[in-house]
């Protein structure tokens, strides 16, 4: 350090070294660390964190053992922790925190157990989940698409549960990289999580965005992973479920055509179906939806990740898994 200030040719004020070396004490001391796009950060208060309802956090444990199993547990939800290696970072193991959309306002534990060998160690952090505003969205729609019939109760029911058991598990392998795709290039709609209110009756809130394009768009998956389901539900019309590992679940809904099938490997980019308007809607978009860890989150959180500009995607890939993952050229495309 000294030697660094004695050599440095242009002069640093004492200033902007003191400020420099806050920067780099604080980066040390709080190992949590925001997205650009979250609530103005309380970062540094008390080690409290902040982000609004369907955002995503993320949390950096450093310092800990390369063998080291990291895992968090926040509102009773899972989240599994990954290792990351990054050029001129320090080492340190990464955990995504989803806040559900209808997390309730508030201040609750992050707590996370560090396990290496027969040693454990507990971690805790407080996460202030913030209320985020939502639109509120007046729908008219055909009255048998609100006021279901008995049958078309039962039919719903079915299809929650089959959806509920195919992403029941947090698959243990990181199959997603650090470059995320928007699934198409249309127009964002903004209504994460908007209330609904639909034919003057309140109705679940909107658990994804809605992306409007022309009927036939390509539709890409966001990462690499691994097809759970697919599905032609009463509401969400012909779907895809992807799982990219650890909990985290992206989905695709209201395609005219879906092109590939359950347990098909997908990588970033790849076309895994068009643009629709089957199911419920008023015409052709795509629905996109994301899970993390059972969190609804705003799927574009994931392209403000921080990881996203990195150059080689292999380079930040935690597990061997994901840079071993076959080519999915089998993929049968229906015609
Ligand atoms: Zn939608």
Redesign the pocket.
């Known amino acids: 350090m000294t030697t660094a200030r004695i050599q440095t040719p242009t002069r640093i004020s004492r200033l902007d070294r003191t400020l420099i070396t806050a920067v780099v004490l604080l980066s040390s001391v709080f190992p949590v660390e925001l997205f650009p796009n979250t609530l103005p950060a309380s970062k540094g208060h008390d080690g409290q964190y902040s982000g609004k309802q369907g955002q995503v956090l993320v949390v950096k444990v450093q310092g800990e053992d390369q063998a080291a199993e990291v895992k968090g547990t926040f509102l009773k939800r899972v989240i599994p922790f990954f290792r990351e290696f990054r050029p001129g970072e320090p080492d340190g193991h990464i955990g995504l925190l989803g806040i559900d959309m209808q997390d309730e306002p508030g201040t609750y534990e992050l707590a996370v157990e560090v396990k290496q060998g027969e040693q454990a160690k507990q971690l805790s952090f407080h996460v202030l989940v913030a209320k985020e505003k939502f639109v509120v969205e007046h729908l008219k729609l055909p009255r048998e698409m609100v006021d279901l019939n008995e049958k078309a109760v039962t039919r719903w029911n079915a299809e929650q549960a089959q959806v509920k058991q195919a992403l029941a598990e947090n698959s243990r392998l990181k199959l997603w990289h650090s470059n995320f795709v928007e699934p198409v290039n249309g127009k964002r709609?903004g209504?994460f999580g908007s209330v609904r209110v639909m034919n003057g009756q309140p109705r679940n809130p909107?658990?994804?965005?809605?992306i409007g394009a022309p009927m036939g768009t390509d539709v890409a998956s966001t990462n690499d992973g691994i097809v759970r389901i697919t599905v032609d539900h009463i509401f969400s019309g012909k779907g895809v479920f992807v799982d990219h590992g650890l909990g985290f679940y992206s989905m695709y809904?209201?395609l005219s055509e879906i092109l590939v099938k359950d347990g098909d490997l997908v990588t970033a980019g790849q076309i895994i179906g068009k643009v629709g308007a089957t199911g419920r809607?008023t015409g052709p978009?795509?629905?996109?939806?994301v899970k993390l860890n059972g969190a609804r989150v705003n799927p574009y959180a994931l392209l403000d990740l921080p990881f996203r500009k990195d150059p080689n995607p292999a380079a930040t890939v935690a597990t061997p898994t994901s840079e071993s993952m076959p080519n999915p050229q089998a993929v049968p495309v229906k015609e």
Do not use: P, Q, S
Request: proline share 0%.
């Open positions: 709609t209504i909107h658990n994804g965005e809605d809904f209201h809607a978009h795509l629905h996109w939806g």
